[in-house]
């Protein structure tokens, strides 16, 4: 599924973002797509004219997802950093880890789009 597909439904803020998501991930920056990717759910949730398409029982449903508490925790520790630790997470492996952590990312992004621009 591609993301393209939901364009449409997005403001031009998000439309930005979404450009600026692909470009991250197809240039392997797997923090930035973490990021982004949070950064585009929460616009999706706050901007009052996706009501016409989106149900509030799915947004409610969404919001208290082990994935999305997941995923805010992740982009949260990425932008605030607590030290000393080695690595992201305490992982030695860095890269690997943050790539692990931007694939489930994208995994909730389309859900997200798919959920609430059925």
């Given at each position: 599924m591609s993301v393209d597909n939901y364009f449409k439904y997005?403001?031009?803020?998000?439309?930005?973002?979404?450009?600026?998501?692909?470009?991250?991930?197809q240039n392997q920056m797997w923090a930035t797509t973490i990021i982004l990717s949070l950064t585009i759910i929460d616009n999706i949730l706050s901007d009052e004219n996706n009501l016409d398409y989106i149900d509030?029982?799915?947004?409610?449903?969404?919001?208290?997802?082990?994935?999305?508490?997941?995923?805010?925790?992740?982009?949260n520790q990425i932008l605030h950093y607590e030290g000393p630790k080695e690595g992201f997470f305490e992982s030695k492996d860095?890269?690997?880890?943050?790539?692990?952590?931007s694939l489930r990312a994208d995994k909730l992004l389309k859900?997200?789009?798919?959920?609430?621009?059925k």
């Open positions: 997005l403001n031009p803020q998000n439309r930005v973002l979404l450009e600026e998501y692909k470009k991250s991930t509030g029982l799915d947004i409610n449903h969404f919001k208290n997802s082990r994935d999305f508490h997941w995923l805010r925790l992740r982009r860095s890269v690997n880890v943050l790539k692990i952590d859900k997200c789009f798919t959920n609430f621009f």
